[in-house]
């Protein structure tokens, strides 16, 4: 499977996305480039951060396409029965990272194993604090924690339970973001001819497992929403950050009012650029209005996941055209071909200095060094 596949799956899989660029043609009053946008000349050479990645081979490919494409790199590790195990993510983290600790920073995370447990809570916060002092910058929680993981009651373990305040509180403590993967796209839960884009149909129509509309049984996309909420809300202090727009991808209006509700919540972008497009093909403006109103609280992502078994160069090639096709989209006024979503979605050209902030100064802030709390 190449990497576009797993890069656009839904969550940590991707599927694939086929994007060719549209002929240049004379700008219209929908794609025109702003003065003060950057063109496609200026991709090498500003400064640039993938907020949420997974590298998960430890050859050097990823961090020499990052260098010559002007990005830096935060590394993620999940608890992602598909990954390696959580020691190898954790061992191909270190090693990168001694590499080349200005483009390779990385993220640690937990393993539910023995939740509820005596002392489980304790090895959590232990593993965490030594993980930190080597080097991470965040720790993840992924979706098992709502859909998957279940207490001794045979009960599904959602984000709020009481166990995971004390981790959320020394995550906090130890002054680093705590990313949380929540639920799935809000396609997940309608019909296949009912979801807004091909690779969500696509992923959903070949993984009956994952697919919620089969499984009423399971949460429902407003519950596990609830619960996320309940969970910020309960931890004021902590840096959250909402993986793949919160969840919420689905609406603009809906993400800015998470946002405003919670004004120590971020989101990253990561594998739901296509739904953002798909909202601007219908609304440009207001898609553009939302990233320079909260030009403050966007981190952009890819969740491109550079895995054992991919091809070095192979690899490179890809997610160089992941990352060129959404330079395009958010800093440009060019249009391309997007056709998991059947059209020609028509660049942002959104103002350098929200460009700046979206592809960079925000990721640093957010995952700035440790900052221990009380």
């Known amino acids: ?22 002929a240049t043609s004379p700008p219209s009053k929908t794609d025109t480039v702003v003065a003060d946008s950057y ?29 010559a494409d002007g990005f830096e790199l935060l590394s993620i590790n999940v608890d992602y029965p598909d990954f390696p195990s959580l020691e ?13 600790p200005r483009h390779f920073h990385w993220a640690t995370t937990f393993s539910m194993k023995g939740f509820g447990t005596p002392g489980w809570t304790e090895r959590v916060d232990a593993s965490l604090a030594r993980d930190v002092a080597k080097g991470a910058l965040a720790v993840k929680i992924w979706k098992n924690v709502g859909l998957v993981e279940k207490n001794a009651d ?22 680093v973001a705590l990313i949380d993967h929540q639920g799935e796209p809000r396609n997940c839960w ?11 149909r696509e992923y959903f129509s070949k993984h009956p497992e994952y697919y919620m509309y089969l499984h009423p049984e399971q949460p429902g996309y407003e519950e596990l929403m609830r619960e996320r909420d309940r969970f910020v809300a309960a931890h004021p202090k902590l840096r ?22 919670f004004p120590n919540a971020t989101v990253d972008m990561a594998a739901r650029m296509s739904q953002v497009q798909y909202q601007s093909v219908r609304d440009r403006e207001k898609v553009r209005n939302f990233f320079i109103r909260y030009q403050d609280r966007v981190l952009y992502g890819t969740d491109l996941t550079f895995a054992a078994d991919a091809k070095p160069a192979e690899f490179r090639r890809e997610a160089h055209a992941v990352w060129s096709s959404d330079w395009r989209y958010l800093a440009t006024g060019e249009s391309q071909r997007v056709d998991m979503i059947h059209a020609d979605v028509p660049g942002l050209a959104l103002p350098r200095a929200v460009v700046d902030k979206i592809y960079y100064a925000n990721a640093v802030r957010v995952f700035a060094a440790p900052r221990p709390v009380d």
């Not at 499977?1 to 549209?22: D, F, H, K, P, Q």
């Not at 045979?154 to 002054?175: F, N």
Request: hydrophobic share 50%; aromatic share 6%.
């Open 39 to 67: 063109s496609m000349a200026d991709f090498a050479h500003v400064r640039k951060y993938d907020a949420h990645v997974h590298a998960n081979n430890a050859d050097m490919a990823f961090l020499e396409q990052a260098r």
């Open 240 to 261: 959250f950050v909402g993986a793949h727009l919160a969840s919420l991808e689905y609406d603009v209006d809906r993400i800015a009012a998470f946002l405003d509700r």
């Open 154 to 175: 045979g009960k599904l373990i959602m984000l709020d339970d009481p166990g995971l305040a004390p981790v959320a509180e020394q995550v906090r403590a130890l002054g």
């Open 88 to 100: 190898r993510q954790h061992a191909i983290a270190l090693t990168l990272a001694a590499k080349d």
């Open 1 to 22: 499977m190449s990497m576009i596949l797993r890069r656009l799956m839904t969550g940590l899989v991707a599927v694939a996305v086929s994007l060719s660029v549209a």
């Open 190 to 200: 309608l019909p296949l001819d009912q979801m807004t884009t091909d690779n969500d």
